[in-house]
């Protein structure tokens, strides 16, 4: 069973519709949970990280956390082409070591 | 601040030949990581450093070494390349005295291996 698990996509979502990134991860005692962006042939970049159950908001991003059923999520409202971009979800498990999902593509289409 | 350097940024090698990875941060991060990233398989760790003068091992370490003499500095060597190394070479670091621990990525080495 893998750390970290993404749906890989592609997801498309019309401009001005809210994009839905999921992962789930098998290490219950996970504390720390990122979300990176990595256009093409770029680095991963930091979108959001979150720790407490619930939802954590910032501008048109929100990051969802639910520790019973282990899952996270991203919503992205009011999606634009410039989000068009591969998403990985990051888990820190008990051991402190760091995982990455494979990414979710998502295209956004004007 | 630059944040962390890669070079070189892409690289074609033989294989059976060596080559070194460099990267270098200017944040002042205790933390170091090399990653690999394929496609199908996401990122995988391959070493990290928790501080200067220490080094582990993450996910898929073989035919890699690392060292960290310095808090800046973390080489990534690869002793006799293969082509099952053909893969895109990220170097990250973070604030391990920070609670978000987050990573920031250098701009990744390309590396193709024939």
């Known amino acids: 069973q893998k750390e970290v698990e993404q749906n890989s996509g592609p997801l498309s979502v019309p401009e001005g519709a809210i994009a839905s990134l999921n992962c789930t991860y098998s290490?219950?005692?996970?504390?720390?949970f990122f979300w990176y962006r990595q256009y093409s042939g770029k680095s991963p970049e930091l979108i959001m990280f979150?720790?407490?159950?619930g939802d954590k908001e910032d501008g048109r991003f929100t990051a969802q956390l639910n520790k019973a059923s282990q899952y996270v999520s991203l919503l992205i409202r009011d999606s634009q082409p410039s989000d068009s971009a591969t998403y990985l979800c990051?888990?820190?498990?008990?051991?402190?070591?760091?995982?990455f999902g494979t990414g979710t593509s998502l295209t956004v289409i004007p | 601040t630059a944040g962390i350097t890669q070079a070189p940024t892409s690289q074609i090698l033989a294989a059976g030949r060596s080559m070194t990875l460099r990267c270098t941060q200017d944040?002042?991060?205790?933390?170091m990581y090399w990653y690999r990233q394929d496609l199908g398989l996401g990122l995988r760790l391959i070493h990290y450093?928790?501080?200067?003068?220490?080094?582990g091992k993450g996910e898929v370490p073989d035919g890699y070494s690392v060292s960290r003499a310095n808090t800046d500095d973390f080489p990534l060597t690869l002793a006799s390349a293969v082509p099952s190394q053909t893969s895109v070479y990220f170097c990250?670091?973070?604030?391990?005295?920070?609670?978000?621990?987050?990573?920031?990525f250098g701009p990744g080495t390309r590396l193709t291996v024939l």
């Open positions: 990250a670091s973070s604030d391990s005295e920070s609670p978000t621990d987050t990573q920031y």
């Open positions: 290490d219950r005692g996970s504390q720390s």
């Open positions: 979150i720790y407490s159950n």
């Open positions: 990051a888990v820190v498990n008990t051991g402190n070591q760091f995982y």
């Open positions: 944040m002042r991060h205790n933390a």
């Open positions: 450093s928790n501080t200067a003068g220490t080094t």
